[in-house]
C-alpha cells in the first residue's frame, strides 16, 4: 500500500499538462501526451520523488542514452532498486511498463542524435580546457533543448487565461528575486510598451504594499524557477488574498509558488557546468513571457499598435541618423 501511494503522489506530480488518465492496478495514472517530452517530466518532477523512486529518476537524467539500453534488471541494479520500483517509477509517469518508458526515452534521444550529433553531449560536464567552441555547442544544444521541453510542458490554455487576465486588468504586479527580477522587468517594459499599465517589484516591502492595494480583475505574476522564494510566494499571496488574479512562471508544478497562483506556466531546464538549473531557467522563461506577452497584444492589437505608436515618436529625437539610438 505505501508503494502504490508513494507512486500516486509522485504521479500527480508530474502532471503538468493536459493528458488522458487510464487505470493501472487500481488507481488512475496519467498517460503521457503525444509529443510530450519524457525527460522533461522527469526533471519536473525530480524533487517529489522519493527514495528509491528519486535514485532512478536521478540515473535517467544522467544518462537517457544508457538507460535506453539498459534491461529493467539492469536499471534496477545500477540505480540500487529493484525491478517493481523501476515499473512503479514507470506507472508514476503514465507508462503501463518498462517497455514503453524505455520505447519514449530512446525515441527522445534518438531524435536528439538525429539533429546534431552535438545534442548528446547535454549533459556533459564543461571542462576547464575546452575549447570555447565546444562550450557554445554545449550551451546552444541546452538551452535548444531547454525551450522544446518548455513547448512540451506548457499549457497553451494557461497561456490563454493569464492573456484574457491581463489585457482586462487595470494594473498588472510582476514579482521576481535575483534572476527572475531580471526576466519580471523586461516583462515589465514589454507591457509598458503597449499600454498595460504595470509595475515590476523586487523589495519584498514595495511589492507587499502594492499587492495590498491590488483588487479583483488586477493581475499579479510571480517569476520564481524553483517556485520556493519566500519573497514572491508572500507577494503572490498578498495579491491573491486581495482578489487579484494571480499567475505563477516556475518549472515545478508542485512548488509553494505555484500552489497559491491560479494560473501555472511551467518551464523546462537543461543545467550545464556553471550555468545552475535557476540560470539556465532563464531563456525558457524569456520565451513563455514572450507568447505571453503577444497574447496580451494580440488582445489588445488597437490600444497596443496606437502605444508603440506614439512611443516611437517619443524617442524618435534620440536616435542618431542612421536609425540607432544615440549613447
Known amino acids: 500500500m505505501a508503494a502504490r501511494e508513494e507512486g500516486t503522489a509522485v504521479q500527480t506530480a508530474v502532471n503538468a499538462s493536459p493528458v488522458s488518465s487510464v487505470p493501472v492496478d487500481g488507481f488512475a495514472v496519467t498517460a503521457v501526451a503525444a509529443g510530450e517530452s519524457v525527460l522533461a517530466r522527469v526533471r519536473a518532477g525530480l524533487p517529489e520523488f522519493t527514495g528509491a523512486l528519486q535514485r532512478v529518476a536521478e540515473l535517467i537524467l544522467a544518462d537517457p542514452a ?15 532498486t529493484s525491478p517493481a520500483t523501476v515499473t512503479r517509477f514507470c506507472r508514476a509517469l503514465g507508462f503501463v511498463g518498462y517497455a514503453e518508458l524505455r520505447l519514449a ?13 552535438w545534442t548528446m553531449d547535454i549533459g556533459r560536464e564543461i571542462q576547464p580546457t575546452d575549447p570555447l567552441e565546444r562550450v557554445l555547442g ?32 487595470d494594473r498588472v ?13 523586461e516583462m515589465q ?32 505574476l510571480g517569476i520564481s524557477h524553483s517556485g520556493q522564494a519566500r519573497e514572491t ?5 498578498e495579491a491573491s488574498s486581495r482578489g487579484a488574479t494571480t499567475v505563477a512562471l516556475t518549472s515545478f508544478p508542485r512548488s509553494p509558488l505555484a500552489e497559491v497562483a491560479d494560473i501555472v506556466l511551467l518551464t523546462a ?20 513571457l514572450d507568447l505571453l506577452y503577444i497574447a496580451v497584444a494580440q488582445r489588445t492589437h488597437e ?19 542612421s536609425g540607432k539610438e544615440a549613447s
Open 269 to 288: 531546464t537543461q543545467a550545464t557546468t556553471f550555468r545552475p538549473d535557476a540560470l539556465s531557467a532563464r531563456h525558457p522563461q524569456l520565451v513563455v
Open 189 to 220: 517594459f514589454c507591457l509598458h510598451r503597449i499600454g498595460v499599465a504595470a509595475w515590476a517589484w523586487t523589495d519584498v516591502h514595495n511589492g507587499l504594499a502594492s499587492a495590498a492595494l491590488l483588487k479583483a480583475g488586477d493581475v499579479a
Open 173 to 185: 504586479d510582476i514579482y521576481g528575486q535575483g534572476g527572475s527580477a531580471l526576466v519580471g522587468g
Open 105 to 117: 526515452i530512446a525515441g527522445e534521444t534518438g531524435r536528439a542524435a538525429r539533429t546534431g550529433g
Open 303 to 321: 490600444r497596443a499598435h496606437a502605444a508603440f505608436s506614439v512611443t516611437a515618436q517619443a524617442v524618435a529625437g534620440h536616435r542618431s541618423a
Open 66 to 80: 544508457a538507460a535506453a539500453r539498459s534491461t529493467i534488471v539492469e536499471l534496477a541494479e545500477r540505480s540500487g
Open 138 to 169: 554545449q550551451i546552444m544544444a541546452a538551452d535548444t533543448q531547454a525551450m522544446h521541453d518548455t513547448a512540451a510542458l506548457l499549457d497553451l490554455a494557461e497561456i490563454e487565461r493569464a492573456a484574457e487576465a491581463i489585457a482586462r486588468a
Open 233 to 237: 510566494i508572500e507577494m503572490i499571496a
